[in-house]
């Protein structure tokens, strides 16, 4: 993966005895909306630059929680394809499993990857300040998607992927079940369901509910457009 770099950060890292480089997470625990979480691959808390909802950094200050994260590196596949990255934060006093259960796992969430060297982040007096020179502009930042997460007692770990890998995949319309789809979702005399109208005013008030099995859909006269699949067995198998 190319990213592009500003003059600082390649001055730096051309540099035979150069400042050392640290990680930075910014995870994004809010589905629809914006509530960054600030981490750091540090042994103690440090002052980074704040992420605004548009996803620059600014140079207002910013509290990043010291944490022995853990990353992979991004790779390709034979294909050329980028798989996803596993991202593992410590899950030791619950506070991060405390939000995939309240946030639904975080999936499809955007996490962002930081990479700076410490001379660049922002300078201070105390000791959350560790850099020198100050330049959010010399942070690479890479911007990754949730799609899975697991957790136990030690660790909580983001599997995370490029936007561009899932940006064509589709999610299904429908799903095989035994009942017609329409009804169960209240598309009863819809598009769908009656795309000629046969399903009318006339028959509606005869029929003004429909419980999705085959026996209403023959009963009104409309099988050809039955929206379940009645082959798909009903016992011993699960379709999600």
């Known amino acids: 993966m190319t990213i592009d770099v500003n ?27 914006f509530y960054p979480l600030y981490f750091i691959n540090y042994n103690q808390n440090v002052i980074g630059y704040h992420l605004n909802a548009s996803g620059n950094l600014t140079a207002t200050p910013e509290i990043y929680t010291g944490l ?7 790779k390709t596949n034979i294909d050329g394809d980028t798989s996803g990255i596993s991202i593992s934060i410590p899950n030791v006093d619950r506070t991060i499993e405390s939000y995939i259960q309240h946030k639904q796992y975080l999936r499809g969430c955007d996490i962002y990857c930081l990479t700076a060297f410490t001379k660049h982040l922002p300078s201070g007096a105390d000791a959350g300040h560790i850099g020198e020179s100050p330049d959010r502009y010399a942070v690479l930042k890479e911007k990754l998607y ?34 017609c789809s329409w009804a169960l979702k209240g598309r009863y005399a819809g598009i769908e369901c009656s795309p000629q109208n046969q399903i009318n005013a006339t028959r509606l008030a005869s029929y003004p509910t429909c419980d999705g099995t085959i026996d209403n859909c023959t009963e009104r006269k409309n099988l050809t457009r039955y929206g379940g699949f009645p082959s798909v067995p009903d016992k011993g198998i699960a379709i999600i």
């Open 7 to 33: 003059a600082t950060f390649s001055s730096e890292q051309v540099k035979k005895e150069g400042i050392g480089i640290v990680d930075m997470y910014i995870l994004n625990a809010s589905p629809n909306g």
């Open 68 to 74: 022995p994260i853990t990353r992979e590196a991004i």
């Open 146 to 179: 949730i799609d899975t997460v697991s957790s136990n007692e030690n660790v909580v770990s983001f599997v995370c992927r490029p936007k561009f890998i899932i940006r064509n995949k589709m999610l299904p319309g429908r799903t095989f079940t035994r009942e």
